[in-house]
């Protein structure tokens, strides 16, 4: 049947890059969700730098190749996938599309690639694992009561979950700006401002109460954290324990004898303290820009956390991949592999598994090219070059960002 121009299906066919599934996406949720999303903290210097900072690099042209084919295939925590990227943990993305955690499972096994589920889920892990046939991780904090912990760590176990990411950088909760205007997890009770939000978008409202009331339902199970999203959110936000210590992790790691990951890494120094600690594998981020403010994008740090590390254990980057470049450049600087955050949910919420799918295909679709222009097969021989492919620009950097924020500003004047 053929689409018609105003159809879903249609908007997200014709969105080319990472950026026109963001406007999809603004278009069809409402303000307060759309914010949380695409929001940082205090002045979202952090959140601006992990995008802007890749233009530190740039890719390493080689001509005449005959490369024809390029193999994107990774192996990470044990598995084989057929792209260098896992669909990361994002706190409520079941309300960017009904089911939206399951819709993404969907989309993450047509793409042969892993996913992690927040526990701010709004689809429970039992529900996700129920339909998901490729691996699938879980992301947990340490809370205050340490038997809440236990008790996520045990479903995680009947289910077959085998490897949990351990998120570390959130112990505090800064100022969000965006949030704080909105009001968006500071009351279990809507404001008038999100109810007006909500019903402004007819068509999303369906969508989210098609259950009923919106619910955390990753948590349902503890009637103590309350009854629906808004006071689950802010009840299990001040369950994480802001008195951890590196022996907080290494309790954990006896309690959990699957793979553990550890999600906050920004130093070198505590990337070796991580693996000290037992993980398999670390997560270089900087939670989104959503922590401190302002700090050092992920990009930057990268290098010195591989040269730290070496080949002690895997290393996974996060934060501000909107390019199949980005990609490149996370691998070339010793990545394993890259988590997606916000550019998969974009595609989420301009229209479930179909904007997903087109997300990484976006991505995929950027990153082949380019690998053939760089004179690469695979991204094994990537991994293997490391920094030798790409050119270091620290002199050309300020002129670089400073052109990008411009043309930025104006793009978004033009909105």
Known sequence: MQKTKFSQEYFINNAWNIDDLRK??????????YDYLIGGASSESTLKSNVDDFALWELKQRVLSGITDVDLSVHLLGNTHKLPVMLGPVGFAGM??????????????????????STFSICSMEDVASVRKGPLYSQLYIFKHREL??????????????????TIDTPYTPVRERDERNGFRASPVPSAKM?????SHPFWSVGAIAHGVPKVHQVDKYEKLGSWIMEQSVKLGREIDPTLTWDDIRWFREQWKGKLVVK?????????????????AIVVSNHGGRQLDPASSTIRRLPEIKNALG???????DGGI????????AIALGANCVSLGRAYIYGLGAGGEKGVLRSIEILKNEMEPALKMMGFKSINELRDAGPEALHFLP????????????LRAINNGLE
């Open 149 to 166: 912990t236990l008790d996520m760590l045990e479903r995680c176990k009947k289910i077959g979950i085998d490897t949990i990411f351990i």
């Open 195 to 199: 109810i007006l939000s909500m019903l």
């Open 322 to 329: 909107r390019r199949g470049s980005d990609i490149i450049k």
């Open 96 to 117: 960017y599309y009904k089911d939206g955690e399951i819709e993404v499972s969907y989309a993450a096994d047509k793409m042969g690639i892993p996913q992690c589920l």
């Open 311 to 317: 080949d002690q254990i895997e290393i996974i980057f």
């Open 24 to 33: 999809i996406t603004k278009s069809n949720v409402p303000s307060i969700f």
């Open 264 to 280: 906050g890494i920004l130093s070198a120094q505590d990337a070796q303290l991580a693996a000290d600690a037992g993980a398999d």
């Open 395 to 406: 002199n050309d950097l300020g002129y670089k960002i400073s052109t990008k924020l411009i």
